[in-house]
Structures are given as structure tokens and as C-alpha cells.
């Protein structure tokens, strides 16, 4: 459940910065996002054949897409709630 945390995190920092229009901060949230571990994943379960690998894999990627979309939403009508933006 970290991974899925991380990405939460990840685009709630990346949104405030979009909101902010702060690219450095932008910037900063791709640096802590753990993206890339599923992909690798993806790619070592599809050539070595282990198909268990491959398809938590893509199911980690899916589930971090969709935290990563519903939270970035909901923290941009909070800020726009609020009067931040």
C-alpha cells in the first residue's frame, strides 16, 4: 500500500503546483513518484513469462493511475473550495 500512498502524495504535489504554477514543484512530484517499479515490473514478468508478476504489476499501475486522478481531483476542488485558486 505504499506505492499506492506515494502516488496519492505524488499528485496531490503535482496538482498544487499545476494550481500554483510553480514548475519546479511540478517537476519535484515526478521525482517522488513510484511509477517506475511497476513498469519494470511489467517488462521483467512479460519476458521472463511469469505471468503473476505481469499482471500485479499492471494491476499496481492501474490502481496508482486511478488514486493518482481521484486525488489530484478532490485536493483541486478543496483548494478551489477554500479560495486558494
Given at each position: 500500500?505504499?506505492?499506492?500512498?506515494?502516488?496519492?502524495?505524488?499528485?496531490?504535489?503535482?496538482?498544487?503546483?499545476?494550481?500554483?504554477?510553480?514548475?519546479?514543484?511540478?517537476?519535484?512530484s515526478m521525482?517522488?513518484?513510484?511509477?517506475?517499479?511497476?513498469?519494470?515490473?511489467?517488462?521483467?514478468?512479460?519476458?521472463?513469462?511469469?505471468g503473476?508478476?505481469?499482471?500485479?504489476?499492471?494491476?499496481?499501475?492501474?490502481?496508482?493511475?486511478?488514486?493518482?486522478?481521484?486525488?489530484?481531483?478532490?485536493?483541486?476542488?478543496?483548494?478551489?473550495?477554500?479560495?486558494?485558486?
Open positions: 500500500y505504499s506505492f499506492v500512498w506515494m502516488v496519492f502524495l505524488s499528485a496531490i504535489i503535482a496538482a498544487g503546483g499545476l494550481l500554483g504554477d510553480s514548475p519546479a514543484i511540478v517537476v519535484g521525482v517522488i513518484a513510484p511509477m517506475v517499479g511497476p513498469v519494470l515490473t511489467a517488462g521483467v514478468g512479460a519476458i521472463t513469462g511469469d503473476r508478476m505481469l499482471i500485479d504489476s499492471i494491476y499496481y499501475q492501474v490502481a496508482g493511475l486511478f488514486v493518482a486522478i481521484v486525488g489530484a481531483t478532490a485536493f483541486s476542488f478543496l483548494l478551489k473550495l477554500v479560495g486558494f485558486v
